[in-house]
Nanobody, 119 residues
């Protein structure tokens, strides 16, 4: 069974920083690309950043230059460093991973962590 556990959310003022972490686990599981998504109230879930298991990253235009995603394959952990936060970054942030065992793969989600940017 695959588990994704997020941490690091919280309340921060505009212009501040937060660091999110996600650790993936599973017996005899291989992990591929991992990503952070977010969902604000009344809005659809959107991808924020993604990193391949080779370290290639992709960012949504809205966070480019402010957010940095990194990955530690030895720990199956990804982090999202969020700087210069804006009120519109307020959302629940979800970790997502593609994982497989043998020939069967699927996407998995964490339970989410709340990020609130407010003065």
């Amino acid at each position: 069974q695959v588990q994704l556990v997020e941490s690091g959310g919280g309340l921060v003022q505009p212009g501040g920083s937060l660091r999110l972490s996600c650790t993936a686990s599973g017996s005899r599981i291989n992990f591929g690309a991992m990503a952070w998504y977010r969902q604000a109230p009344g809005k659809q879930r959107e991808m924020v950043a993604e990193v391949s298991n080779g370290g290639t990253t992709f960012y949504a235009e809205s966070v480019k230059g402010r957010f940095t995603m990194s990955r530690d394959n030895s720990k199956n952990t990804v982090t999202l460093q969020m700087n210069a936060l804006k009120v519109e970054d307020t959302a629940i942030y979800y970790c997502n991973a593609y994982a497989w065992n043998g020939g069967t793969g699927d996407y998995y989600w964490g339970h989410g962590t709340q990020v609130t940017v407010s003065s």
